[in-house]
């Protein structure tokens, strides 16, 4: 069975850091793109970040010189870190991920269960 563990999420005031991160395991072939989204109330979800498996990042505006997306591939592991946080950042954070069980395999989505970040103004 594959999962995704997702760690690092709490309660931050405006203007902290925190770090999150996203371990996949499993018998796994290749994870190629992997990436954060999130979902405030009442709003759609929507992606972070995302980071290629050779590094490649990319970053929703609302982010940009503040988050850092990053991945350990020997440990099949993401992060996010988010610095200089708003209480707009404040939402239920996803990790995503695009594998393959096998080289013969179709790559599929994975999901992790979400972790809550509360940013108090």
């Known amino acids: 069975q594959v999962q995704l563990v997702e760690s690092g999420g709490g309660l931050v005031q405006a203007g902290g850091s925190l770090r999150l991160s996203c371990a996949a395991s499993?018998?796994?072939?290749?994870?190629?793109?992997m990436g954060w989204y999130r979902q405030a109330p009442g709003k759609q979800r929507e992606l972070v970040a995302s980071?290629?498996?050779?590094?490649?990042?990319n970053y929703a505006d609302s982010v940009k010189g503040r988050f850092t997306i990053a991945r350990d591939n020997a440990k099949n592991t993401m992060y996010l870190q988010m610095n200089s946080l708003k209480p707009e950042d404040t939402a239920v954070y996803y990790c995503?991920?695009?594998?393959?069980?096998?080289?013969?395999?179709?790559?599929?989505?994975?999901w992790g269960q979400g972790t809550q970040v509360t940013v108090s103004s």
């Open positions: 995503n991920a695009d594998l393959r069980l096998r080289i013969s395999a179709p790559p599929i989505d994975y």
């Open positions: 499993g018998s796994i072939f290749s994870i190629n793109a």
């Open positions: 980071i290629t498996s050779l590094g490649s990042t």
